[in-house]
């Protein structure tokens, strides 16, 4: 009798067992098997392999392999796996981006606005990292162009009688070099209001 109750015990606790199971089963997405997309970019900044990948912020997948491609010039090939529910648009913008200023660098997708998605296996068009080295050398270049205008304008006002008289086209060219300066300057503050997780990136 006691034999005969043990196994009745482990037959209800084996049956919970399975209606348990069934209902987990029934609650997993089986379609969300992941999928691959690729880019590429000159400088890749950090990143590596099983990093996360983010569409407009949020995490979507990850980074399944990097590879160096030679031909024709040398460039970073990452493919990466995206959850299957997961649309990227064709015109989405992939860019390497970092969580904080300290954070570890992943892939960012900018959503875009195309009607149309991305089929598996297509490659997602990329926007490289500013390099640390390269915002310091932009912005170097900006200050010693206005250096040069600041002391070109206190040259020629020590004069003033000749300024205008002798000096024409000394002022034409300080004209130029100031609207030049601006432009630079503008063009870089647009870029950085535009493309704002350019200035999160830590480079080399």
Sequence with gaps: MRFSNEIKAGSVILAAILVTLFFILKTIHFESHPYELKTSFKYAGGLKADAPVKLSGIAVGRIKTIKFIYEPETIVECVFLLDNGTKVRTDAIAYVESSGFMGDANIGLAAGVSPDFLAPGASVTSEDPIQMRDLMKKADKIATDLDDTLLEVKSLVSN??????????????????????????????????QHPWKLLFKGD
């Design 160 to 193: 003033v009688n000749d300024v205008v008289v002798n000096n024409t086209e000394n002022l034409d060219a300080i004209i130029l070099n100031i609207e030049a300066s601006t432009q630079n300057f503008k063009e870089f503050t647009e870029d950085v209001k």
